[in-house]
């Protein structure tokens, strides 16, 4: 069974810096085929970064540039790293895990390729 539990998340000054973890549990692919997904009040989850089937990180176009994603595979962990983080950034954060590992980008970034999630957790900007 995958289990996946995020941590980090808070209340933070904008401006400031966070840093999100999902540790894995169960999951076939260590920290590959993994991913960040945020969704804000009243609007749809979108994808944020991944990590590719070849270990890869890559960051969603429509995210900030502000945002990076990193692992540690022998922990089975990911994280994501906000900076300077602004009011829009305020959202909660899943993470998520493919159960079929597919190549390239467009699959990391479907959030249709996505089977487990898990419970979120959430970012508050304030100023």
């Known amino acids: 069974q995958v289990q996946l539990v995020e941590s980090g998340g808070g209340s933070v000054q904008s401006g400031g810096s966070l840093r999100l973890s999902c540790k894995a549990s169960g999951y076939t692919y260590a920290t590959n085929c993994m991913g960040w997904f945020r969704q804000a009040p009243g609007k749809e989850r979108d994808v944020v970064a991944g990590?590719?089937?070849?270990?890869?990180?890559i960051v969603a176009d429509a995210a900030s540039a502000r945002i990076t994603i990193s692992q540690d595979n022998p922990r089975n962990t990911i994280y994501l790293h906000l900076d300077n983080v602004q009011p829009e950034d305020t959202a909660k954060y899943y993470c998520a895990a493919r159960r079929r590992c597919y190549s390239g980008r467009a699959y990391a970034l479907a959030k249709d390729e996505y089977s487990y999630w898990g419970q979120g957790t959430q970012v508050t900007v304030y100023s």
């Open positions: 990590i590719l089937s070849d270990g890869t990180e």
